[in-house]
């Protein structure tokens, strides 16, 4: 068994996997059994200023996108931070932290913009024995609207302005939660950065509508005859997550900057994915939402398989994959791959030749017997016909040896060599001059 | 009634009231919304499809399935039932595992095909429940076709020519329309009265007349019909039964199997069918199995079908050997039955071991006896009724092309005619490919 302990900005857990802020942390019941499950830690679902607690809406807050068999490929939500009153939240947060105090405790937090609110509330969560707090910059819905959650994660100045209060009224590690709803993540990160922010964590939820109802005409989830937009969260958010989180992870400004990976994670493989692309645990809440509190367990157990396999320790996964995450310029441009089919694997059902006549290089040969093959001449190796083959390995990519003649385009392979050197590119060519 | 499966001889009731109700049940039950879009969800779409090119009718079988995936099972049906309006049947007595099943892309990889009778069978369910008819007659184009025999072949060509807008008479030796969906397919195949429910169905498109208890051969020629008809469509089936040769075939409870589904499929008090305590089956197809399955299930005690060749030899396929098997049924092959033995009714048979040899099968000197007190033979239809002037091939009408016979006007198809296998499905196939030859002819003419 792998050493899964985690150390996150000083803040200590039994594994990398946290509950994000949400349903799932929203109250002691749920906290206590997700622990007994054995989660690492929770962000208690967002707490707001004292005073009458906010309402939700009283009919369906989800809307979900299914893959095959109902599996739940996306959940989006116009829920907003908590609806119960601060003080039963704080003494719940208290109660359970002095039972488990070798779990992970943030708090989440969302106050309106001014320095006052922030002073007020941070006092308030002082004695609590949380190990941290989580600002909430990131709620497309609902909050945005009254100048909070994306609001204010949508604008840097306001990013480093309140990161700069928490840290000048709190002692707490403070990590600042970003919205994806930016064209790019990387200026608030930086502003999280600049104000002093201990860590990132990201994504928070995905602007969107997941369906329309074709009879009511109204965007879904459906209120009265009418929908508002949602956050879009689960699976289908994981690819946008993950190329957030390595942007960051990456940058040279930013790298130093601790990541809570956040977004889509629902097996201990998202999470080796996340980690790799260097974020420094994860934050789970779809996944829980749809399958109960237990996936943990095999979240434990196959993270740790798999650093067994490797024979590497926690801290050498992460951040393993940056290096690797280059622009596009830097790819290989001599690198020439040919799809290879393996007649024994392959069930005849021509998916790949559909793809590849219609929509790609009319590279794939369908010969009598629904036998198919590739033509070398005209394949440019992209792929298509791999990832629509629903035969798993039954169509490989096959790397062209240095030397080797490549049938399309007349050429040797050769070594290393990028766009940036590439004769095609007026920008090469200046140089060379 | 206190017969039980031990009491001796043909009687009726053996079986508890429930028992009957629960075995001649659904069969294979209907798929539920849920069930259909998960099992249509593994349909992979494949390019030039292979259960298309299995499936007789050519059903566009990845565009229906999709379009059940994709929330429209009507629309499913309306693709399901442009090439086979008898779909509804089809989904449900199709032997798809030597079909479109069989071809399935997904049977090669893991022996599993998508479940394509069943999804066929939610579509069309889907669609008639709502009780339309999906298609429209084309302007009636003042010609008149007879098409006689009301089977599935019968049914198909009148279909597809009335679409075309011509006058339709469809006539039957039988008191109703069906043919053998009617009086024929295993109980539990189409239970509920669903081969009227869909003859009704069927011919509410318009423009088929229908006259029951009218016989060629009998009250019809076929000289008359082709004096008043524009063209005539010979969909007769096989009427006749091949018989046993051998010793005592004529004492009681020797029956045709035939004769015994028919009766059992149009009685609706299956316990007041008397059945044997000790049931021998002669033959190695479908009618076999399906005679032989269903005294089961009306509690006979042993059930054994004879044939005379090997196992792989016998039609019915596997699939329909194992449902047999599965209820009870022994199957005993290479043995092939030399006397009914008995004195009035029969108490058993005997049957001689045969030996397969150069010229053909033959007996051997071993031979044995199976207590029976009630024995079907099933070993094959024959055409009968056919009309002198046509000729013959094999025993039934030849045809060329689309079902053309040697006289003029005169088409075939389904059973009756040469070639094809025997199945509903391609009975349908040719009715409808006939009718649109018939069609072309007519408004080619003058
Ligand atoms: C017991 C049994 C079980 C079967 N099970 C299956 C199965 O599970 N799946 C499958 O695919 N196939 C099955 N078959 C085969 C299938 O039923 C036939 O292939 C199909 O019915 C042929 O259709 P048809 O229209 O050619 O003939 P039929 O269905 O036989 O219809 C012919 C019609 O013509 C009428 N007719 C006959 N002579 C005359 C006349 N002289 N004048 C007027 N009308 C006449 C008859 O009354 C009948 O209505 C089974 C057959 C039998 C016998
Ligand atoms: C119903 C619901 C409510 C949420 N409420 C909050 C919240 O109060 N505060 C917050 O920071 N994030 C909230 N989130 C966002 C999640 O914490 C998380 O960032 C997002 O769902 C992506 O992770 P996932 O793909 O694992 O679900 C909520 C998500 C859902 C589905
Ligand atoms: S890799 Fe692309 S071009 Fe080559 S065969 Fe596959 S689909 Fe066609
Ligand atoms: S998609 Fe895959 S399984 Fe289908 S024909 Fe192509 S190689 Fe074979
Ligand atoms: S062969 Fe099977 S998977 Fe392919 S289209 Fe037909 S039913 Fe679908």
């Given at each position: 068994m792998a050493d899964l302990r985690s150390d996150f900005i000083g803040i200590k857990s039994p594994n990398p996997f946290w509950l994000a802020?949400?349903?799932?942390?929203?109250?002691?019941?749920?906290?206590?059994?997700?622990?007994?499950?054995?989660?690492?830690?929770?962000?208690?679902?967002?707490?707001?200023?004292?005073?009458?607690?906010?309402?939700?809406?009283?009919?369906?807050?989800?809307?979900?996108?299914?893959?095959?068999?109902?599996?739940?490929?996306?959940?989006?939500?116009?829920?907003?931070?908590?609806?119960?009153?601060?003080?039963?939240?704080?003494?719940?947060?208290?109660?359970?932290?002095?039972?488990?105090?070798?779990?992970?405790?943030?708090?989440?937090l969302m106050v309106p913009c001014d320095e006052e609110s922030w002073k007020d509330i941070l006092t308030r969560i002082e004695d609590t024995g949380a190990d941290g707090v989580e600002l909430n910059f990131g709620c497309p819905h609902g909050m945005a609207e009254r100048g909070m959650g994306s609001a204010v994660g949508q604008v840097p100045e306001y990013i480093e302005m309140v990161t700069r209060w928490v840290k000048q009224y709190s002692r707490m590690p403070c990590i600042v939660k970003l919205t994806p709803n930016v064209t790019s993540i990387l200026p608030p990160a930086m502003a999280a950065h600049r104000g002093g922010a201990d860590a990132?964590?990201?994504?928070?939820?995905?602007?969107?509508?997941?369906?329309?109802?074709?009879?009511?005409?109204?965007?879904?989830?459906?209120?009265?005859?009418?929908?508002?937009?949602?956050?879009?969260?689960?699976?289908?958010?994981?690819?946008?997550?993950?190329?957030?989180?390595?942007?960051?992870?990456?940058?040279?400004?930013?790298?130093?900057?601790?990541?809570?990976?956040?977004?889509?994670?629902?097996?201990?493989?998202?999470?080796?994915?996340?980690?790799?692309?260097?974020?420094?645990?994860?934050?789970?809440?779809?996944?829980?939402?749809?399958?109960?509190?237990?996936?943990?367990?095999?979240?434990?157990?196959?993270?740790?398989?798999?650093?067994?396999?490797?024979?590497?320790?926690?801290?050498?996964?992460?951040?393993?994959a940056v290096p690797n995450f280059v622009e596009w310029q830097d790819l290989n441009l001599n690198y020439v791959t040919k799809a290879r089919i393996d007649p024994d694997a392959c069930i005849g059902c021509g998916r790949c030749y559909a793809a590849c006549e219609d929509t790609s290089h009319q590279a794939i040969a369908m010969k009598p017997g629904r036998v198919f093959e590739v033509i070398d001449a005209e394949c440019v190796a992209c792929n298509l016909c791999v990832n629509v083959c629903p035969v798993e390995g039954c169509i490989t990519m096959e790397e062209l040896p240095l030397g080797a003649l490549d049938p399309r385009t007349g050429r040797k392979v050769t070594g290393y060599g990028n766009w940036t050197e590439h004769p095609n590119n007026p920008a090469a060519v200046k140089a060379a001059e | 009634m206190s017969n039980s499966p031990l009491t001796p001889g043909v009687v009726p009731g053996r079986l508890p009231a429930a028992s009957y109700r629960a075995n001649f049940a659904d069969k294979e039950p209907a798929l539920d919304r849920h069930e259909a879009h998960v099992a249509a969800d593994r349909c992979y779409f494949c390019h030039d499809a292979p259960c298309i090119t299995a499936c007789p009718t050519s059903i566009d079988i990845p565009l229906f399935i999709r379009q059940i995936a994709?929330?429209?099972?009507?629309?499913?049906?309306?693709?399901?039932?442009?090439?086979?309006?008898?779909?509804?049947?089809?989904?449900?007595?199709c032997p798809t595992e030597q079909l479109c099943e069989e071809a399935c892309v997904r049977e090669a990889a893991e022996g599993k095909p998508v479940e394509i009778g069943r999804l066929q069978r939610f579509a069309t369910d889907s669609l008639m429940a709502q009780g339309v008819h999906p298609f429209a007659r084309s302007a009636p184009t003042g010609k008149r076709v007879a098409v006689v025999g009301a089977g599935p072949a019968g049914l198909s060509a009148a279909h597809r020519l009335a679409l075309?807008?011509?006058?339709?008479?469809?006539?039957?030796?039988?008191?109703?329309?069906?043919?053998?969906?009617?009086?024929?397919?295993?109980a539990y195949k189409s239970?509920?009265?669903?081969?009227?429910?869909?003859?009704?169905?069927?011919?509410?498109?318009?423009?088929?007349?229908?006259?029951?208890?009218?016989?060629?051969?009998?009250?019809?020629?076929?000289?008359?019909?082709?004096?008043?008809?524009?063209?005539?469509?010979?969909?007769?089936g096989l009427a006749g039964v091949n018989a046993l040769r051998a010793e005592g075939e004529d004492r009681s409870h020797v029956q045709d199997a035939v004769d015994f589904i028919a009766t059992l499929r149009q009685c609706e008090d299956k316990a007041s069918l008397p059945i044997g305590r000790d049931v021998v089956v002669i033959g190695g197809g479908m009618t076999a199995v399906d005679a032989a399955v269903q005294s089961k299930l009306l509690g006979a005690e042993t059930v054994t079908i004879v044939y005379r060749r090997g196992q792989d030899q016998m039609s019915a396929s596997g699939h329909e050997q194992s449902h047999a098997t599965s209820r009870g049924v022994r199957i005993i092959t290479g043995a092939a039955p030399l006397r009914v033995l008995g004195n009035g009714a029969v108490t058993g048979v005997e049957f001689a071991y045969t030996a397969d040899g150069p010229d053909g099968l033959r007996l051997t000197p071993e031979t044995f006896v199976l207590k029976a007190d009630q024995v079907f033979k099933a070993i094959g239809q024959t055409l009968r009724g056919a009309p002198a002037a046509l000729r013959l091939d094999g025993g039934k009408i030849a045809v060329t092309g689309a079902g053309r016979t040697t006289l003029p006007g005169v088409w075939a198809g389904g059973d009756c005619a040469a070639g094809g296998n025997d199945l509903t499905v391609t009975a349908v196939a040719e009715g409808r490919d006939a009718a649109e030859d018939i069609h072309a002819a007519l408004m080619d003419a003058p």
């Open positions: 802020s949400a349903p799932p942390t929203d109250k002691e019941y749920n906290v206590r059994r997700a622990f007994e499950a054995g989660w690492g830690g929770v962000v208690w679902k967002t707490l707001g200023s004292a005073g009458p607690p906010i309402v939700n809406v009283n009919g369906p807050r989800y809307g979900a996108v299914w893959g095959a068999d109902r599996r739940l490929l996306g959940l989006n939500n116009i829920e907003l931070i908590t609806d119960r009153p601060l003080e039963v939240n704080l003494r719940e947060i208290k109660a359970v932290k002095r039972d488990w105090p070798d779990r992970a405790m943030i708090i989440s990132v964590s990201l994504i928070n939820t995905v602007k969107s509508i997941t369906n329309v109802d074709l009879d009511a005409f109204s965007p879904f989830p459906m209120i009265d005859g009418k929908g508002s937009h949602g956050g879009y969260c689960g699976p289908a958010v994981k690819p946008i997550a993950l190329n957030m989180v390595a942007e960051i992870a990456r940058n040279p400004e930013t790298r130093a900057l601790p990541i809570s990976g956040i977004g889509g994670v629902t097996t201990w493989r998202d999470a080796a994915e996340f980690l790799a692309l260097g974020a420094g645990n994860v934050q789970v809440c779809t996944a829980a939402m749809t399958y109960g509190f237990k996936i943990v367990q095999e979240m434990i157990s196959g993270l740790s398989q798999y650093l067994d396999e490797k024979d590497m320790a926690l801290s050498d996964l992460i951040g393993r | 994709t929330g429209t099972p009507e629309a499913a049906a309306r693709t399901i039932f442009a090439q086979n309006i008898l779909g509804g049947m089809c989904a449900r007595v075309h807008g011509h006058e339709v008479t469809l006539y039957d030796a039988r008191p109703k329309a069906g043919g053998l969906n009617e009086y024929g397919i295993a239970p509920d009265g669903f081969a009227q429910a869909e003859v009704n169905w069927l011919l509410s498109i318009g423009g088929i007349r229908v006259e029951t208890g009218r016989a060629l051969g009998h009250d019809l020629t076929l000289d008359d019909l082709r004096a008043s008809f524009d063209a005539v469509f010979l969909g007769i």
